[in-house]
Each structure stands twice: as structure tokens, then as C-alpha cells.
């Protein structure tokens, strides 16, 4: 019989193998006190007593030599010795008296038959062999704590290989034995056969780890191997000390459950499952691991690749993954065509936390279908900074509002035909304490996601509206300039956009007409419903009504008709088109003249004022006056600038042209 350890422990002190196994439990029943001496070091034993016992440099008590035959205590003045000796050998329990040098010098008969041996022929062996009490270093230093009296009790696990029963797990117990009167002392080691309990325990261990449906390790087994494999380095025993997953899910598994049921979708995955890991072996072929398959959740999968080679390694194996789960499944006559998308990660396992490697994952999972579904894509991490930093901006954009980190700068709208200052475009800027200055392209379509577009525009609005006033208030002898402010859609849904308005102006004390405010093509036609009749109330108060980026969206020219619209803004795309200097880069496109000719003349007939954005050039500005456009805007005149700037210019110039532009 003979005892053996499931993996190596670090042993301390000790040129011994260690096990994993041993679970060692101290008694709290009081004991000898921690100061009491060794028997080694204490003063000769009196007459009659057992020798103290001798302890090799390694620490292991040196075996007797002869061996003692078994010595119990015989006096019958003591009655407690017959007691003793009757429980010992009529007990269930197998057990054996081990004295101070921890050697066997009593073994009852249950004991022997658990060992495969007989009471006599283990009389005399060390102890600590029979059960396997010294592979691992914490053992064998507890062990040898209560050989020397210094510890009350040792109790413990082991896995021991049983010649006819193959491997054995037992309970082993070392607990002190009073002295006898004739000054005998010892221990009493009890050995119990716990292998039913632990094969039940792993039973339960096994139906906790794995998916009832697909027999894969599920979601916990999955992480303890990942964080297992994350805390060892294997760079330091040869490995590449890399890390790969590849985490996928089915695309439209959902509707599959939903038309077909739930027992379809179950067969489903687990025939994926079975293609799954047949992938996974395929790859383990040629290395010395296969990858883990496992089931996280849904019809969510995960492939583990530890000690991996590189990315190449990872992008075939999701190739693989890939084409197997998008060959057509056959599940009791029914066909069922599915696809997957996967995201892959592979990286240094040193200073990667499981946290981390799966939201690097899922990040990328979402990238996949985002990118069109049935793919998969290597993670990236400029575009994960990239996203980082979108999620940084949406996560403060509500306390940027309280703070007051954002401002407003003006962009000039000039007349065509007399080069004034006729208006301005309210533009928002956020100067953000990390990121710096940023444009509304950075942070309006957060705005919109989340809802706080409606505490910003109304910020915009108030600040605009009196500004505008101001301006006004300081030049009282100039035409009073408007000003034009962006609304998003959500503005009209999620707020009452006309009691905003009207409350601004009357606070500013701005007129209706000197504000507009710009609504996208997209957003304006097609409108019904509240968003409708709050144009019209708008219209009615007074305020202007301007279509923005107009030409590029639904272009309903008869829906036009029938909006409260004052104002079209060209978009600049077609204003590029009109390149007339020798210098220029591309030839002009006259289909651009041509439709940008066409919306002023419509714009015109129906009552409407036309906006070019993005002039850039003399020649775009004359072609766009002999066309008809009203006004202009872009940097020809000048850039976005701070309300100071457009204070200077209402001061020193009625007139903005282009050779007294005021760009910075």
C-alpha cells in the first residue's frame, strides 16, 4: 500500500514531493502549551519509560532499530488499561498506536484490512509511510508538531493506491495519547475511508462546473481555469507566457428559440457544442494542451488557448470555429443554416486580470457585429481608446453641464449681395479637463443617446439668446444681427421646446425674429405629430425656421411645401463642387451648379431664404451671388470666433468681406 499526491506542492525545508490533497485541520481542544519542551530535549524519562525519540537533519523522526513488538500498558491495579485495550481492538474504526519516534507499535484489525495487510505485518513500519504524511511540507511539519507533543491534533486527507481497490481516499487523524503507568506515550493515528463522500463530491463539483445542455464546462469552471492560467508563468517553465480566447456567439440565435422553441434551440446548442470542441482538438493536435470549450451563458461560447504561439494562431482557430458552425446543421430532419461572430484576444498573460481579457472580448464580440455579423475580429486597441474615451465623455457629460465646461462660438452668416453681418451660428465647444477643447462631432451623439441633449440645448439656447441681446444693447445704432441655434430631435420629444423658447426670449428679451433655429434634414421632413405643431408655434411666435445640410437627406420637395420652413441651408458638399480658381485641384462640376441652381430657384418660389455653407473662396462666392444664394458661411469670412471677436467686427466694420475677413 502506498500514498501518492495528486500535483507538487513548494516544500519548505524538506527534499520531499509534496501533494495538493491534504487538508489539514488544527483541533481546538487545549494541548500541551507551545513552551513545553520536545521529548528530544527533555531530561531523561524514568524508569521504564519509551526512549526519546531521535530526529534526523531532515527533520524525520530516524525508525527504531529493531522494531518494538506491540507494548500496551497490562498492570491490572489500573482499570482503565483493560478498557483501553478492549476499545482498541473491538473498534469499526481503524486504528494504530504510533509512539514518539513515530513508529507503528499497535494496529488493530480494521486497520489492517483497509491497508490489504495484517496487524503484525505493520507493527514496526514508520507511520508516516503508511498514509502518506510526509509528501508535502506542511504536513510533515504538523505531523511532527503532535509527534512532539506540541500540538494537540493533526487531521488530514490523503489519496492512497490500494493494490486490489485501486485509488482509496482516506481521513487520517493523529491525535495525543495519555501516558500509561508505566510511563508509555505515544499517539493514536485513526484512518476512516471517506471515497464514497469525496466521489459524491465530485459528482456535485462536476454538475456544478458544467452546462446541463452542452456537457461543457460552464461559466465558473471557465474563469477558475482562466485565472489559474492568467497567475501561473508559463515563460518561466519554457511556455510563451501568452494568453488567447476567442469568445463568439450565434447570430440570430434568438429568433431560432422564438419560432422554433426552446427544445430546438437546446439540440442546436448542443450540436454547436460538439462542432465546438471538435475544433478544439483539432488545434490541440500538435500542441501539448487542447483549447477549453466552454459555455458561458445563451448561446454565448468561449475557446481558451493557454500558452498560446501568437495571433496567427488564434485568427485559425476562429477561422476554424467559423466555418464549422456556418456548415447547416441537421437536428432530427430539420436543416438550420446559423453563423457565428467572434472576437479574438490574444496577449502577454503577465499584467492581464480576467476582468480584463473579457472585456477586451466582448468588446470585440460587439465590434464583429457591428462590422456585418459572421466575421471575426482581432481586437484593436487604438479602437478600444477609441471607445474608452467615448464611454469617458458620456459617462461626464451631465456633471460638464453643472461645472459649466462648455462655452459657445459664433460663425458669421454674410450677405451675398452687400458683404454685412447679418447673422451668426451658435457653435458649442466643451473644454474638457482631460481631453482638451472638443467639437460638437465629439460629443452631440452622446448628448442624444443618453438624453442630456436636453439640459445642453436649453444651456445653448439661453446663452445665445443673450449674447444676441447683448450685442444688440452695445450697438444700438447698427441693424440687430440674429442668431441661429442647432436643435436635435429629441429636444421636440423629450422636452416642450416652445415653452423653453418662449421663456428664454422673454427673459432676454430678444425678439422672435432675430432667433432661428436649425433642425436637420432628416429630422424636419417627415415630421408629424408634436414635432410638426412645435414648428409651427415656433413659426407662429416669430422665430425662423432653417433647414439644415439640406440636399443630402430625404430632399421631399413637396412635403416642403407644407413645413413652417423659412430658410434652407446647401449643404457644403455641393458648395465644394464650385472650384473656379486656376489653382484648384479638380475640375468644377457643373452637375452641382446645376442642382444648387435649382434648389435657390425653388427655395425662392416658395418664399424661402438660401444659406451656403462651407464657402471657402472668392470664386465660390461670386458663383453662389450670381445664382441667387442670400447668404454665406464658412471660413471666406471667418472662422467660429469668441463673442469678443464679433464685438470687434460690429465695431470697427459694417461689412464682412473677404479681404477683412476676421480669421484668427
Not at 411645401?561 to 464650385?578: Q, Y
Not at 458661411?633 to 469678443?644: A, E
Request: hydrophobic fraction near 40%.
Amino acid at each position: 500500500m502506498s500514498g501518492t499526491s495528486e500535483g507538487p506542492a513548494s516544500a519548505v525545508g524538506l527534499d520531499r514531493p509534496s501533494v495538493t490533497e491534504s487538508e489539514i485541520v488544527a483541533s481546538t481542544r487545549t494541548g500541551p502549551s507551545p513552551t513545553t519542551a520536545p521529548a528530544a530535549d527533555r531530561a531523561p524519562a524514568p524508569s521504564g519509560a519509551a526512549p526519546a525519540p531521535s530526529v534526523s537533519p531532515g527533520g524525520r523522526p530516524s525508525p527504531p532499530s529493531p522494531p518494538s513488538p506491540p507494548s500496551f500498558p497490562r498492570s491490572s491495579s489500573s482499570p482503565s488499561v483493560p478498557s483501553y485495550r478492549s476499545v482498541f481492538t473491538a473498534a469499526p474504526l481503524a486504528m494504530a498506536v504510533v509512539d514518539r519516534e513515530g513508529t507503528v507499535v499497535g494496529v488493530n484489525a480494521p486497520l489492517g484490512a483497509l491497508l490489504d495487510s495484517t496487524p503484525d505485518a505493520l507493527a514496526g513500519a514508520v507511520a508516516a509511510d503508511l498514509v502518506d504524511l510526509s509528501s508535502d511540507a506542511h504536513t510533515w511539519h504538523a505531523y511532527l508538531e503532535v509527534l512532539r507533543g506540541r500540538r494537540p491534533e493533526l487531521s488530514c486527507a490523503r489519496r492512497l493506491k490500494h493494490p486490489s481497490a485501486g485509488a482509496l481516499w482516506v481521513q487520517v487523524t493523529v491525535t495525543q495519547l495519555p501516558p500509561g503507568e508505566d510511563g508509555a506515550d505515544g499517539v493514536l493515528l485513526a484512518v476512516a475511508d471517506i471515497s464514497a463522500r469525496r466521489e459524491l463530491q465530485e459528482r456535485l463539483r462536476h454538475l456544478e462546473m458544467h452546462d446541463p445542455v452542452t456537457r461543457l464546462p460552464n461559466r465558473t469552471l471557465f474563469f477558475e481555469r482562466l485565472t489559474a492560467a492568467l497567475e501561473e508563468d508559463s515563460s518561466a517553465h519554457g511556455g510563451s507566457g501568452r494568453i488567447g480566447l476567442c469568445y463568439l456567439d450565434l447570430d440570430g440565435f434568438k429568433a431560432i428559440n422564438d419560432t422554433l422553441g426552446h427544445r430546438i434551440g437546446d439540440r442546436l446548442l448542443t450540436a454547436v457544442a460538439e462542432r465546438l470542441t471538435r475544433c478544439a482538438e483539432e488545434a490541440g493536435r500538435t500542441r501539448t494542451a487542447t483549447p477549453l470549450v466552454a459555455r458561458l451563458g445563451g448561446d454565448e461560447f468561449a475557446v481558451l488557448v493557454e500558452d498560446s504561439t501568437g495571433t496567427e494562431q488564434l485568427a485559425e482557430l476562429a477561422e476554424s470555429v467559423l466555418a464549422s458552425v456556418q456548415e447547416p446543421f441537421d437536428l432530427g430532419g430539420r436543416r438550420l443554416s446559423v453563423s457565428a461572430s467572434i472576437g479574438v484576444v490574444e496577449r502577454h498573460a503577465a499584467g492581464t486580470t480576467p476582468t480584463a481579457l473579457m472585456q477586451a472580448a466582448d468588446t470585440t464580440l460587439y465590434w464583429a457585429k457591428a462590422d456585418g455579423k459572421s466575421r471575426w475580429t482581432l481586437f484593436d486597441p487604438e479602437r478600444n481608446a477609441h471607445r474608452m474615451t467615448r464611454q469617458a465623455l458620456a459617462s461626464t457629460l451631465r456633471p460638464a453641464i453643472e461645472r459649466g465646461e462648455f462655452a459657445l462660438e459664433y460663425q458669421p452668416l454674410v450677405g451675398m449681395e452687400d458683404d454685412r453681418l447679418h447673422g451668426v451660428e451658435a457653435l458649442i465647444r466643451w473644454h474638457h479637463p482631460q481631453f482638451g477643447t472638443l467639437t460638437p462631432n465629439r460629443f452631440i451623439h452622446l448628448a442624444e443617446e443618453d438624453g442630456s441633449i436636453v439640459p445642453l440645448g436649453r444651456w445653448v439656447l439661453r446663452t445665445a439668446c443673450e449674447q444676441a441681446r447683448r450685442w444688440q444693447v452695445e450697438h444700438p445704432d447698427d441693424p440687430p444681427i440674429f442668431v441661429s441655434v442647432n436643435v436635435a430631435v429629441r429636444q421636440v420629444w423629450d422636452s416642450d421646446l416652445v415653452a423653453d423658447v418662449a421663456e428664454t426670449l422673454d427673459e432676454t428679451g430678444l425678439a422672435p425674429h432675430l432667433l432661428q433655429l436649425e433642425l436637420t434634414e432628416s429630422a424636419v421632413m417627415g415630421s408629424s405629430g408634436r414635432p410638426l405643431q412645435a414648428l409651427k408655434a415656433l413659426s407662429d411666435m416669430g422665430v425662423r425656421i432653417a433647414i439644415d445640410d439640406f440636399g443630402t437627406g430625404y430632399s421631399n420637395l413637396a412635403y416642403l411645401s407644407r413645413l413652417p420652413v423659412s430658410v434652407l441651408k446647401l449643404d457644403g458638399s455641393f458648395v465644394r463642387g464650385f472650384q473656379y480658381e486656376e489653382r484648384a485641384a479638380a475640375p468644377p462640376n457643373p452637375a452641382d451648379e446645376v442642382i444648387v441652381e435649382a434648389m435657390v430657384q425653388l427655395a425662392h418660389r416658395l418664399g424661402l431664404t438660401v444659406t451656403a455653407e462651407c464657402v471657402e473662396t472668392s470664386a465660390q462666392a461670386t458663383r453662389l451671388r450670381r445664382i441667387g444664394c442670400d447668404t454665406g458661411q464658412g471660413w471666406l469670412y471667418s472662422r467660429p470666433v469668441s463673442p469678443d471677436r464679433i464685438s470687434e467686427l460690429l465695431a470697427t466694420t459694417p461689412g464682412v468681406r473677404a479681404d477683412a475677413a476676421v480669421n484668427p
